[in-house]
């Protein structure tokens, strides 16, 4: 059940303002374009970073590549911060976020074109260094409205 107050959610909050501002300046300092793209880098070498770790946890445990496992293996404590549906039907999975402690912290600071380059490069990043060969789509994200929820489908291939 979802817990706004969950400790674990505002620790990742107060991380998510921290990259927030540091993606801000990156991007008023070197500018848009080169800023996102070093931005976008630096997510998806710390997504790539994370997934190879809870990949290789999974099959250290000698466990199979699921998408179940790799929620069990999460390098998160067991939390309630987030408000999300996931449903896993054969070799894909679709993930509803309502409320995230990311697009939280982003929509906080009035950041979100920042945090917008954060969540379209982590879920991918981790998905394909915990299962390979994916394909990976984002049919909404936070940014499309006020209220709006993220949506992932994640199909290994």
Known sequence: MFNPNDPVGKATEM???LF????D??????????????VRKA?????LM?????RANILADGKELTFENAEAYSDYPPNQAWDCESQVEGNC???VN????FSTAFRALGLEQIGKLY??????????????????ERPRLFTDGPDAPCEMIVTKL
Do not use: H, M, T, W
């Open 119 to 136: 969540c379209e490069e982590i879920d991918l990043a981790l998905n394909q260094a915990i299962f390979g060969n994916i394909r990976f």
């Open 93 to 95: 999975l679709r993930e």
């Open 25 to 38: 300046e990156v991007l008023r300092n070197c500018g848009e374009e080169e800023g996102s793209q070093i």
């Open 43 to 47: 997510v998806r070498r710390y997504g």
């Open 20 to 23: 927030a501002l540091i993606a």
């Open 50 to 54: 994370r997934g190879e770790a809870i």
């Open 15 to 17: 991380a998510a303002k």
């Open 98 to 101: 309502r409320v995230c402690p």
